[in-house]
């Protein structure tokens, strides 16, 4: 399967800012539904956000809403994860995702990246 590639990830301050992005390769990938999860040691994969194949709709976890924000460009193949007010509690191994369903749990994608982490300090 095709795999996607993150990049962005790093340490940073509590309350500062990270954007994460996505390559998806490939034009199915292109038109597939989009998520980001994001897993912390000894955790569950946690669902974060996720975005429809035309970018209309948007579904948040609670505990990033409003703090969060998932972007695509489908022209380009890409989608990004505009993070801001970052906490401590944020950290961890963030995964991007694409697939033919559109949803909150890993079940609903096909694809995933390797991961990119990222560190807040308090």
């Known amino acids: 399967q095709v795999q996607l590639v993150e990049s962005g990830g790093g340490l940073v301050q509590a309350g500062g800012s990270l954007r994460l992005s996505c390559a998806a390769p490939?034009?199915?990938?292109?038109?597939?539904?989009k998520g980001w999860f994001r897993q912390a040691p000894g955790k569950e994969r946690e669902f974060i956000a996720a975005i429809s194949w035309s970018g209309d709709s948007t579904t948040y976890s609670d505990s990033v809403k409003g703090r969060f924000t998932i972007s695509r460009d489908n022209a380009k193949n890409m989608m990004y994860l505009q993070m801001n007010t970052l906490k401590p509690e944020d950290t961890a191994v963030y995964y991007c995702t694409a697939g033919p369903k559109y949803g909150r749990t890993w079940q609903s994608y096909t694809n995933w990246g390797q991961g990119t982490q990222v560190t807040v300090s308090s």
């Open positions: 490939g034009r199915t990938l292109a038109l597939y539904n």
